[in-house]
């Protein structure tokens, strides 16, 4: 064989080791691709609900029955069902008694849970802090919140089973010790605020009033509950508070929108209204692809409505059922950012909070911008069309039926 022979056999070998290579390579990311996407649908199986058929007319023009508030609609029953197993206890001791001593130590917060029954039992409040009568009408709404909310979830998931990772369910949830309350954090239902509570109650600030922005959302002083091994979430998940605020869907959607969009913000300008500008806009100038800046309502929604979107989702405008899991997790208190006033008050008092606490009424950013009002919401949705504004609704119909909002009008 002379040396030309041998270059060639050599040459052949290595192209096709290398195209075996290639091979292998895109079979192995198929196979990551699948189970990832598996794993995906695990984690999000829990909310499968789909709006009912109904006419687009029907579903638009539905509003609150006379006599109830405008942000309510009438709670048809408040039929309580009561365990004396929290599913949360069962499965954790479950999973637990499994592993060996040192294996618990070691794997607790990335154990799954399986076969979770909804809804979770339904606890009563602990009411001997408050004093006075006159939160009378307050616990009575605030009864029937909880009770619609466990309803809700024990008529359309009753006799489904979940798989979802514990530490994912807690993920947003922050952490008070001293009081003994977790709080889900909704983005645009006043959770700024919230935090700043959070740092005073925990004895990290005297006064809500002198905590800035900055550290409040990135001074990292808060402990989120799934940075706890299992036993420790378990632990505070049965034994301590738990509550959430939450918000008109539309509202908190174009409140999210005038504050990432019509702003400048050296985050959300580049990462999502760049993308957003490229995808969805013709013809769109130099400038605008260069910056992100200007994005535009029908834009957003263009994008949100997408299942391709060219960017991932974000916290601001992800529906709450995502975020908080209400149905998985069993909140002592659903306070609304339509009464958000009067709600945080009686909740203090619930919690035991100093009686000097106040909750801050101030806007933590542009606060010479008008509030996102319904009127607001109403002049935004114009931009749509009639089909988009259905969309939309759909996107956050869950939420809708969850808190027992109406459905917008326009």
Not at 98 to 108: G, I, S, W, Y
Not at 109 to 137: C, E, M, Q
Not at 164 to 180: A, N, P, W
Request: with cysteine; net charge positive.
């Amino acid at each position: 064989m002379n040396l030309r022979q041998v270059f060639v056999s050599v040459l052949l070998f290595g192209v096709a080791g290398l195209l075996l290579f290639m091979y292998l390579q895109a079979w192995i990311e198929e196979q990551h691709t699948e189970s990832g996407k598996k794993l995906q649908q695990m984690i999000n199986q829990d909310f499968t609900l789909q709006p009912p058929a109904m006419p687009r007319e029907a579903i638009w023009s539905r509003s609150a029955p006379l006599g109830l508030s405008k942000h309510e609609m009438a709670v048809s029953s408040s039929r309580h069902w009561q365990s004396k197993a929290d599913p949360f206890s069962v499965v954790a001791a479950s999973l637990m008694s499994q592993l060996p001593d040192q294996q618990k130590m070691n794997e607790a917060p990335l154990s799954w849970f399986r076969g979770v029954y909804l809804p979770p039992a339904l606890h009563p409040l602990n009411k001997t802090i408050v004093k006075g009568g006159k939160w009378k009408d307050i616990d009575i709404t605030q009864e029937k919140r909880r009770s619609f909310l466990h309803d809700f979830c024990k008529k359309y998931n009753s006799r489904k089973k979940v798989q979802t990772h514990l530490v994912h369910l807690v993920s947003r949830i922050y952490v008070e010790d001293r009081h003994k309350v977790l709080y889900c954090e909704v983005p645009k239902a006043g959770c700024s605020n919230w935090k700043r509570i959070l740092m005073v109650l925990n004895g990290l600030a005297t006064s809500a009033y002198n905590i800035s922005h900055d550290d409040v959302h990135y001074g990292k002083h808060l402990r989120k509950l799934d940075s706890y091994n299992l036993k420790e979430i378990n632990t505070r998940l049965n034994m301590y508070t738990k509550f959430i605020f939450v918000r008109d869907p539309m509202e908190r959607l174009v409140s999210a929108f005038r504050d990432k969009f019509e702003h400048p913000n050296s985050y959300y300008h580049p990462v999502f209204g760049k993308a957003i500008i490229k995808k969805y806009r013709h013809n769109a100038d130099e400038e605008a692809l260069k910056t992100g800046s200007g994005v535009k309502f029908k834009e957003f929604i263009q994008y949100l409505l997408d299942s391709h979107r060219p960017v991932g989702m974000d916290i601001h405008w992800e529906q709450i059922s995502k975020l908080c899991y209400p149905c998985l997790i069993n909140y002592d208190f659903i306070g609304k950012f339509e009464t958000l006033e009067e709600d945080a008050t009686y909740f203090l008092q619930l919690v035991g909070a100093p009686a000097d606490l106040k909750f801050p009424k101030f806007k933590d950013r542009h606060s010479s911008d008008e509030r996102t009002s319904p009127e607001v919401v109403r002049q935004y949705l114009k931009e749509l069309s009639k089909e988009e504004r259905q969309l939309t609704y759909n996107f956050y119909y869950l939420d809708y039926l969850m808190f027992n909002y109406t459905s917008p009008i326009v």
